[in-house]
Each structure stands twice: as structure tokens, then as C-alpha cells.
């Protein structure tokens, strides 16, 4: 296993959180890398992808989440000590539920604004309050109008608009 993106710490300082993937063999020439170069080949190998925390305290590693599926995005609650979000990679109009939850004490896992629809949500992102969630989507089938959105981690205060144009990143 490799670690994957970057190490996040949690609200009350006690744990870094951090992503592990199974490190995979090319086949093939090597070839330039690039963002998302590999993102549909990555998605199709359904990677052991796993969420660790690690004590501060001590540096005892545990194994929080794990599954066979192309995963990222890591990002702990500035505010919320045992919540963190991550999410499932891959092509946006092949994945069913992009946006997850994971309490980091009990394992508990959740959709995060649960897709419903035509639409393609992510690029998940936490408010300074540490509650709520913001992100953005699109139509599945590239048609239509965009939405910007949050919402709270616990799914309350769902607030949504559209807009015209496709954005990446924000």
C-alpha cells in the first residue's frame, strides 16, 4: 500500500488522517503522467483503497475504512473532531454516489447529499465553520444547467442553485 493525496489532521489535533492504495504495475511503456491521466483505467481496476488514522500521541496506525473502489479526497472536519469526508473517484457519470461521510471512531459511513437524478456531484470542500459542505455538479448527460451547493455533514440545510456554465475546481 502507498499513501495517496495528503494527510489531514483532525479538528482536535489527536489523529492524521490519511488514504492508502494498492500500489499497481503498468503494463506497457511508461508514458507522462498527468491530472487524471489515469483516472478511468484507475477507476476500472477497483483499487484496496483504505482510510487510516494515526494517534499522535503515539503513532499507532488504524485501518478505518476500506474498499475496493478508486477513492480520494480525505478531508477532515475543521471543527467536527471524529468526522471526515472522502470520496469515490472516477469519471463523474460513472460513479453512483460520489460524496461520503466516515465517523473515524465507529466506522460509520454516509452519502453526503445523496445523488439523486441526473446529476454529478463533488469536488467536495469543507466551510470554515466545519459543518457544512460545499460543492458543485452537473447533468450526467452534459445537458442542462449546473448546480453550486451545501450542505450540512449530517445531510440538514441542503441548499442548492443552478447556473449555466461548467466549472472544475473551486
Not at 503498468?26 to 503522467?33: C, K
Not at 499507532?60 to 475543521?78: C, F, K, L, Q
Not at 447529499?113 to 448527460?141: K, L, M, N, T
Amino acid at each position: 500500500m502507498m499513501i495517496r493525496g495528503r494527510a489531514n489532521p483532525t479538528a482536535d489535533g489527536k489523529y492524521v488522517c490519511i488514504m492508502l492504495g494498492e500500489a499497481r504495475k503498468r503494463e506497457g511503456p511508461a508514458r507522462i503522467s498527468f491530472s487524471y491521466s489515469n483516472f478511468r483505467e484507475s477507476f476500472k481496476a477497483k483499487p484496496l483503497t483504505q482510510i487510516a488514522r494515526i494517534e499522535v500521541a503515539t503513532g499507532a496506525m488504524e485501518v478505518i475504512h476500506e474498499d475496493r473502489r478508486y477513492m480520494g479526497h480525505v478531508n477532515t472536519s475543521p471543527a467536527l473532531p471524529d468526522i471526515l469526508t472522502y470520496c469515490h473517484e472516477g469519471p463523474w457519470n460513472w460513479i453512483d454516489q460520489r460524496m461520503w461521510g466516515l465517523n473515524i471512531q465507529t466506522g460509520e459511513t454516509w452519502k453526503v447529499r445523496p445523488q439523486e437524478g441526473d446529476y454529478s456531484i463533488g469536488h467536495e470542500y469543507w466551510f470554515a465553520d466545519g459543518v457544512h459542505i460545499g460543492y458543485h455538479g452537473r447533468p450526467r448527460d452534459a445537458s442542462g444547467r449546473h448546480v453550486f451547493g451545501h450542505i450540512r455533514w449530517d445531510n440538514e440545510e441542503w441548499v442548492e442553485d443552478h447556473f449555466p456554465f461548467h466549472v472544475q475546481h473551486h
